[in-house]
């Protein structure tokens, strides 16, 4: 077990300027889905949440400053969560 | 090496004393006793109603109960074992004695998670069987709880619901338990390749209990929502969907079934190279087709719902993946073989077990490769033949491996040897019942007796008598070996502390292990 | 002033992996839900979008805002913790308290003026509307409540985690607790990003 571990201190001027990203972000999605694009609008509105979650990860939850391990768990449980969404829509979109 | 002054786990009084003791204990090895004493006694309950079923089924028509009493008591033989036998099993049992003691670790990494854990379980089990004693009847609707009935009918729904999502918490906490366990506190030297195959099946097991239970739950929680407030998920008549929920069902049950015979190819794992005299054959193949096994098995559920509807895209996706998650098992059959040869063989009770585990779970996988296929599910769905499938897989897999399991390491657990003439009695009566109780299903299968049915046409009678004694006379092998097992743990002869020259670390300690398992935690070379 | 005894158990690491993995199962818990809306959603698009358009967008917007925010305050918590600033970290996450409360006010009144208007699982009205709006408003209920639910949770979580900054049982050597709160109340945070659009932005 480690005995003193360095834990990165993260400013707080990182996460001022991630919330300001992050409510930009939204106010583009209210934004985009004002104006008609079809289906294109619910696309480009998941598309900014997808990024601003990416943000809540790899900022508030430290994700980018700790351990790779971390990262990776989070990015195989994205992975099978995404593939028994598309498999289940094997079912309906085909 | 450990001929201790401290005292062993059985006799150590802390802060609580009697049966408080017990069932207030954060002590690893208790709590996996607490859940096996707990688990057979269940499963003495569900045994009693499969018995049931099969004296009905021992004649054509009527025999000793109503269609509707027939359905009620499939039911809750499934609930039984299903949620609370099999897919606790074996990591509840094994799991939570040995993964601390196999890495060189005092305990668990949430010793007080763990005492939760069990008490989870318990209160699951208490509610869930409620559902048989409160007004109105017993659940009817398979251990399935498919939609629509499942919120159409008035029988007692809801406390099985209420009851396996409980269940269902305490799966997802072992499992988050054992992993954190895993990862920081293996003794120094323990890399993670050095770990012996039964913890990185736990290992496996743990991210399927904590990525796919979740699913269950909330399944669960839309039921409930169905039929108290109508909500609409489910129901065709407000524009659900009833396949939808089959997906989701299936979603976690279908993982579940790896969560069941995972850590039983951990402890055969352990048994054979034993027994065997030899290192397991292939050791990287075995953990790295064990990992796989866990993540395949989340992408083929949809072969449980070949004749409900889905579209041709879909039918042919899980049939492949099915026929691709059967590869990674049968590498580990082969490796199993494969220790054997040139080996020097011991033959004792837990190798009779473990070698009968690999002909039924050969039987038993074989046969779910015949139901993947596409072709002939569509005949075979829903009759005996798979049921006849899943209990030569699930309980020829489990119920071998567990009691490969609690012979190999009942003079670890209680320093007391059992007796082996009347183990091997046991085993082999057990063993012939089995046969005769589930090989005839397969014909009954494909010869076209449905399941969950309490009646069939009278063609059908001859092999039915057979399946029915089949039962009976493997109830009385039950019989012999429970008792066996109680009274050897109560009055059996002292044993070593190695009797079977085993070479992971539970056999460095004494027998029965102290409180913190180590006088000194261990380093491995 | 902590010293390492023999007999401390404190795992900074262990214990932030035990959070991480419980946050892995509430992903999958409301991905089962997010499976559920996809679905329905697919076979139902047009009345998705009729549906959508009793929701309020701004309500939907400010409360998105009101969480992206509470989510900065209690990271900055951590780094308030980390330099010492007691008094700070305790202002923080009493702030992220503060916006928790405003949220479920905002939801109160949503949901209030939804089920005045006979708007809610099982009802005459929602009946009388057409499939794709049972669905999409049994889903609205479920899965906001279930996300008031968390949060509810979550503020009990912080006001635990107040007492324990101060009485300083978490301190510059001890604050993996808090550092596990802040992972909770991110998640919660992320359910919402996604729940936001899927309800308010699809009329």
Redesign the interface.
Known sequence: ???S?E?K????KT??I??FL??TF??L??FV?KIDLGNL??IV??S??GL??LL??A????LLY??KM?AM??AG??L??T???I???????? | MSNSKLPNYLEHQGKFKGIFGWIFSTDHKRIGLLYMYSIMSFFVVGAILGLLMKFELIAPGKTIMEAKTYNAIFTLHGITMIFLIVVPGIPAIFGNFFLPILIGAKDVFYPKLNLLSWWLYIIGAVVAISSQFMNGASPDTGWTFYAPYSFKTQSNVLPALIGAFILGFSSILTGLNFIVTMHRMRAPGMKWLKMPVFPWTLYGTAWIQLLATPVVGITLLMVVAERVLNIGFFDPALGGDPVLYQHLFWIYSHPAVYIMILPAMGVISEVIPTFARKAIFGYKAVVISSLLIAFVGYFVWGHHMFTAGMSGTSLFAFSFLTFLVAIPSAIKIFNWMATLYKGSILLRTPMYWAVSFLFVFMIGGLSGMVLGALAINVHLHDTAFVVSHFHFIVFGGVGFAFFAGIHYWFPKIYGKMYDAGWADTGWIVFFFGFLLLYTPMFYLGIAGMPRRYYDYVPEFHFANILSSFGAFIMFGGLLIIIINLVRSARKGQKSEENPWGGKSLEWTISSPPIVENFEEIPEIK | MTENSAHDHYDHEGSKLGMWLFIFTELLFFGGLFIVYAVMRYKNGTAFGLAAEELDVSIGAINTIILLISSATIAMSITAIQLKKKKLTIILLATTLILALVFLVNKYFEWGAKIEHGLYPGSESLHQLGHGEVLFFGLYYFMTGLHALHIIIGIVFIAVMIAKVQNEKLNVDRYVQLENAGLYWHLVDIIWIFLFPLFYLIA
């Open positions: 077990m480690e005995k571990e834990h201190i993260v400013s707080f996460y001022i991630i919330l992050l409510i939204t106010a999605s209210v889905t609008s619910i509105a998941l900014l949440a601003k979650s809540v990860f900022f508030f939850m430290h700790d351990k971390y768990m989070v449980v994205v099978v969560m593939l028994v969404l498999i289940t829509f094997l079912d309906y979109g085909f």
